[in-house]
Structures are given as structure tokens and as C-alpha cells.
């Protein structure tokens, strides 16, 4: 698998971010050329950044340092990342400037990466239990279709938030899907046997979704 970090994501030209687009829904990559169909390998964990505008003082507290680009402008910077690639990101953060008080916070307890690690380990393999007998071992590779049937169907009463957002077309169904898989992610990092109502919000939020 491939770990690709972009920086400044809007600075990429349109072809080079869309060409994204097979790899993060497929795993794989199709040339077609005039006489040659190859196939290749091409699972990736993409990683995008991007400021909040061109100049990269949107939303600042610092008055010395107020935004100064129109708001028209913002917007086309960040349509520059296409709503079908949009479609394909599971979560977006929004990180603020680090305070000088946290800045000199040294003594503050944080989980070190040998703990995040296992972490991680015992929510994979926890995983790979639940789809022992399928062609899958991590949640990211379950398609849609099995969880939303018989075998992996959560009840309506949990699902409700997202088959609101759905309903109303905040969701497409390809993001309905990444968030189910977002939301057995999180329930497997916490030791649950599912997800219920509130691992489901927790994903749509990270989403960029409204949780409610």
C-alpha cells in the first residue's frame, strides 16, 4: 500500500488530483491505450492539506494577520479539490494554529505511539475476526453492498442520522458507504462489537457532516 502526502492540495492541477479518483474507489489503476488493457496494483492511504484560502489567514484570530482574500476567492480555491474527489475523502479535520500556551504545555499527558499503535493492531485484528470467511480483512475493503446487507445491517434506529443525510442529498451513496465503514472503525478502535447511533454521527462529523 501507498501512503502519499500532498501538501497545498488546491496548488495541484485538476488532471493530477482526478487521476486520484480510480486508485482511492478501486485499489487499482486501467490504462487503456490503442492496443494494450493493463491492470495494476494501486492501494493507497491518500493524505491531503490545504490552508483555508490563497493566502492562508482565513479564519485567524490574529488581527495582524486577517485574511485577505475575497470570499468569492476562497471558494474557488477550495473547488479547485472536485466534488467527485471530495467524495472519496473519509475524514476531514480542520486544524487551528497551536496557542502559546500549549506551545509551552510540555508536562501534558499524550498517549505515546507505542500505545496508538496497539491501538490500532487490536482494532485490526478485531476486524479480521468479524470477516473471517470473506474475501476481506480490514473494514476499508468491505463493499457497500455487504454492509448494507443481511450479514453486516445495522437497525434503523442507529443508521437514522445518516439515512436522514442521504435522504436529503447530503450524501451520495458511495459517501453513505465510507461512512459505515468510518463508523465500524471507530467502534473496533473502542472494543465494541458494532457501531451504534453515536459511532455513526461520530463518522458523519468526520465526515464533514451534520451529526444531528
Not at 485567524?60 to 479539490?81: A, F, H, M, N, W
Request: charged share 25%.
Amino acid at each position: 500500500m501507498y501512503f502519499p502526502f500532498l501538501a497545498e492540495a488546491p496548488e495541484f492541477p485538476g488532471t493530477v488530483l482526478d487521476a486520484l479518483r480510480q486508485p482511492l474507489e478501486s485499489g487499482r489503476i486501467e490504462i487503456h491505450r490503442a492496443r494494450v488493457h493493463a491492470v495494476l496494483p494501486a492501494r493507497t492511504q491518500l493524505v491531503l492539506a490545504s490552508n483555508p484560502c490563497p493566502c492562508g489567514n482565513a479564519g485567524s484570530r490574529d488581527p495582524g494577520t486577517e485574511c485577505s482574500c475575497s470570499p468569492s476567492k476562497r471558494v474557488k480555491y477550495l473547488q479547485r479539490i472536485s466534488g467527485p474527489l471530495n467524495d472519496r475523502i473519509d475524514l476531514r479535520l480542520t486544524v487551528e494554529r497551536v496557542p502559546g500556551v500549549l506551545l509551552a504545555d510540555t508536562e501534558a499527558a499524550r498517549p505515546s505511539s507505542a500505545v496508538l499503535r496497539h491501538r490500532v493492531t487490536m482494532a485490526r485484528g478485531a476486524a479480521a475476526e468479524r470477516l473471517r470467511g470473506t474475501p476481506w480483512s480490514t473494514n476499508a475493503e468491505v463493499p457497500g453492498s455487504w454492509l448494507r446487507g443481511s450479514a453486516a445491517r445495522l437497525p434503523r434506529a442507529d443508521t437514522v442520522v445518516l439515512d436522514r443525510a442521504y435522504a436529503r442529498g447530503a450524501r451520495t451513496l458511495r459517501g453513505y458507504d465510507r461512512v459505515l465503514r468510518v463508523a465500524w472503525s471507530i467502534a473496533d478502535l473502542a472494543g465494541r462489537p458494532r457501531p451504534k447511533r453515536d459511532e455513526i454521527a461520530q463518522a458523519l462529523a468526520l465526515r464533514g457532516g451534520d451529526p444531528r
